[in-house]
């Protein structure tokens, strides 16, 4: 284990909130097949997201019910769906804690897309009060509760930020020596890039004050942009299909660049395409996510922040490497958003191979980028491509240089 965690390698009751989403299904399935009892916390926002931006996914994925029902008939498990805000159901979720009584709970419950969550002052709203009001719900009921339960969140790496030159990024916390001579063990600062980045950062203070006022065991897991589509459990069917969002709004980065390159849409590089960024592939996710649960940490110890990146790129490299391999060529965009052009990035992300992964890497995953590019490929059909573009500005300004209002 790593310092201030346990092993603990029994199968346990799982809450998986969000269960329903790109990573969160996959994980279900993953957690599933290692014998872990899963029980699935969604209320569909995500899907209702699509309704409202006139996109879907383009894997077609099946209702939670059909998801559900053909793993269990096909494994002789019993994965089970409840439909539950969570920002807004607090009595039924408590009610739900102390009558299942959950070892651990993996929470991806979140609005996730940065763009999304700079559209309008409507979905900064809104971004802010479902992450921030789901993530506050789930600690007051946890205490309420009475129960210990390990709770495993998704953040992601942007808690740092990306203006910052040199040095790898720490796993959570700095050593600093405060004003006085007193030296003490920070968070790292806060640097969001949007609403959404914001939300995390929120959510990282308050598992601080709950860990520290309760006790609570909590592991916050800064992940970079995940890419792929399927796992070798959302493969064996169909109807289990993983989620593949394209659009401007949802669509990362990898994802969106291999969908661009199988239908030959010019690959959209934002700015310079200078940015850097961290990745990991979807599968390595629903791991980390099981060594997380497997490795809580101790009662009484500060929240562990595991940092989930396999290794970190930049955009404009990736574009090429999808351009490579397609044909396709790159097409430099004004960048909507409002972010350094070019910034290095290092980051650590010891703890996790401590623990073990050994993650997929760019250079030796050609099958799994043709993969990606082969789903693209089967499911062009329905694409929207008035959907590619981006329409979210994060000021202004910067929709002003694009033409656009914001
Ligand atoms: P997603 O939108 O596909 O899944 C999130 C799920 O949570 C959806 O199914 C949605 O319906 C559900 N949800 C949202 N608010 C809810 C609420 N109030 N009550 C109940 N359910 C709710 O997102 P994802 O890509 O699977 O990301 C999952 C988590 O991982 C997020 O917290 C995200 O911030 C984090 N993360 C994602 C990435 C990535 O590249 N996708 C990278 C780093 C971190
Ligand atoms: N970008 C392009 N062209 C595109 C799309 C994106 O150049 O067509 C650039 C963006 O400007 C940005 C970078 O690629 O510099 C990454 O953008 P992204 O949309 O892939 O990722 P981001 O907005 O950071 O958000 C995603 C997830 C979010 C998660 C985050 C992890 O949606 O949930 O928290 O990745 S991280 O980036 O490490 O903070």
Redesign the pocket.
């Known amino acids: 284990p790593i310092s201030s965690s346990v092993s603990d390698n029994r199968p346990k009751k799982v809450l998986v909130l969000g269960g329903d989403g790109f990573c969160g299904w996959p994980t279900s399935l993953h957690l599933s097949d290692k014998g872990h009892e899963v029980i699935i916390v969604d209320n569909l926002s995500r899907r209702n997201i699509d309704t409202e931006l006139g996109c879907s996914s383009l894997t077609p994925i099946a209702t939670p019910q059909v998801r559900v029902d053909t793993w269990n008939k096909m494994t002789g498990k019993e994965i089970r769906f409840i439909n539950l805000d969570l920002a807004a159901d607090y009595d039924l979720f408590l009610q739900l804690l102390k009558q299942e009584k959950p070892d651990s709970i993996v929470h991806f419950a979140e609005q996730?897309?940065?763009p999304y969550s700079m559209k309008s002052s409507k979905h900064k709203r809104y971004t802010i009060n479902n992450n921030v009001g789901a993530t506050h719900n789930v600690l007051a009921a946890v205490v309420e509760s009475g129960l210990d339960i390990h709770l495993v969140h998704l953040g992601?790496?942007?808690v740092y930020g990306y203006g910052n030159s040199g040095g790898e990024i720490p796993e959570g916390y700095i050593d600093v020596v405060l004003p006085g001579g007193r030296e003490k063990r920070i968070l790292h600062p806060a640097y969001p890039g949007s609403i959404?980045?914001t939300t995390k950062c929120l959510d990282a203070l308050l598992f601080q004050f709950y860990v520290q006022n309760d006790q609570l065991r909590v592991t916050d897991l800064h992940?970079?942009?995940v890419w792929g589509t399927n796992t070798p459990q959302t493969a064996r069917d169909e109807r289990l299909v993983n989620r593949f969002d394209y659009d401007g709004d949802y669509g990362?980065?990898l994802n969106?660049f291999l969908m661009q390159g199988a239908l030959g849409i010019p690959l959209?590089?934002?700015g310079t395409?200078g940015?850097t960024?961290?990745l990991i592939h979807i599968t390595d996710t629903s791991k980390c996510i099981e060594l997380a649960i497997n490795n809580p940490p101790k009662a009484g110890s500060p929240v562990e922040i595991l940092n989930q990146v396999a290794e970190t790129a930049r955009?404009r490299d990736l574009a090429q490497l999808v351009s490579q391999k397609t044909g396709t060529p790159l097409q430099f965009v004004t960048?909507p958003?409002n972010?350094a052009a070019e910034n290095p990035l290092q980051v650590s992300n010891q703890k996790f191979k401590l623990l073990g992964l050994d993650p997929i890497l760019l250079d030796s995953a050609e099958g799994l980028l043709e993969e990606v590019k082969s789903i693209a490929d089967k499911y062009k059909d329905r694409c929207d491509v008035s959907a590619v573009v981006?329409k979210s500005y994060w000021n202004k300004a910067r929709a002003a240089a694009a033409g656009q209002s914001a």
Do not use: D, K, L, W
């Open positions: 996730r897309a940065a992601t790496m942007g959404y980045h992940q970079g942009i990362t980065v969106r959209t590089v934002y395409g940015q960024r961290a955009v960048n958003r972010e981006s």
